[in-house]
């Protein structure tokens, strides 16, 4: 189906440590994946991507790792600051389509 | 460059109405998606047009309607609109190959009263 879900609905981390959220995929023949970044009144920011044809991808302060073997997806965020705090998004794309299937959400809070 | 835009940022409507948001998508890209947000479901894909027309679409009553036009921009349609259909409408400008490039505006958010 079209499920990917997060393990975590909040995740508080003090600020200055590092973040890691996690997301579960359910969809085998995804190659495509995306986390973005949501604060209030706005809408979905990219943050990384990653293929199917990779297992770690960095950028700056954040990394994404992709297990294809158990279908989980993480994102974890390097000295965490009190911008990072939003709502994180995993997203799949669902091989040959251009549509994305998302999880819930998770929610992270950094305190200062 | 300019990033996706979409208009209007709110809408206040009554059930049974009809309404229609637009997106402008980022210059050169050909690929406009639509989704609908609401707490208890997430995000949902709607549909996505690519060169004027339809490409993909998800599961939602045929009430929701789009369109896309020559310049890329896209609008989409909610008929006899329901209490339900209250959400944040977010559409995601892409280059229209699969797997690349999602930038998302910064949504509608229409309320059915």
């Known amino acids: 189906g079209e499920s990917v879900g997060l393990h975590l609905p909040t995740l508080s981390v003090q600020e200055g440590d590092n973040s890691i959220i996690n997301c579960a995929y359910s969809?085998?023949?995804?190659?495509?994946f995306i986390w973005y970044k949501q604060e209030s009144g706005k809408g979905p920011q990219f943050i990384i991507d990653i293929r199917s044809n990779m297992d770690k991808r960095q950028g700056q302060r954040v990394t994404v790792l992709l297990n294809k073997t158990v279908k989980h997806l993480s994102l974890q965020i390097a000295a965490t600051q009190p911008g990072d705090s939003a709502v994180y998004f995993c997203a799949e794309n669902m091989g040959g389509n251009n549509r994305l299937a998302f999880g819930k959400g998770n929610q992270v809070v950094v305190i200062p | 460059k300019a990033g996706v835009t979409q208009t209007p940022r709110y809408l206040i409507k009554t059930r049974g109405q009809q309404v229609t948001l637009s997106c402008s998508p980022i210059s050169g890209h050909r690929s406009v998606s639509w989704y609908q947000q609401t707490p208890g479901q997430g995000l949902q894909f709607l549909f996505e047009?690519?060169?004027?027309?339809?490409?993909n679409k998800g599961n939602f009553p045929g009430r929701f309607s789009g369109r896309q036009f020559s310049n890329s921009r896209s609008e989409m349609n909610v008929s006899t609109l329901e209490l339900g259909d209250s959400a944040l409408y977010l559409c995601?400008?892409?280059?229209?190959?699969?797997?690349?490039?999602?930038?998302f505006g910064s949504g509608t958010r229409l309320t059915v009263v």
């Open positions: 969809n085998s023949a995804s190659d495509y």
């Open positions: 995601a400008s892409s280059p229209g190959q699969v797997g690349y490039g999602y930038t």
């Open positions: 047009y690519f060169s004027e027309t339809q490409r």
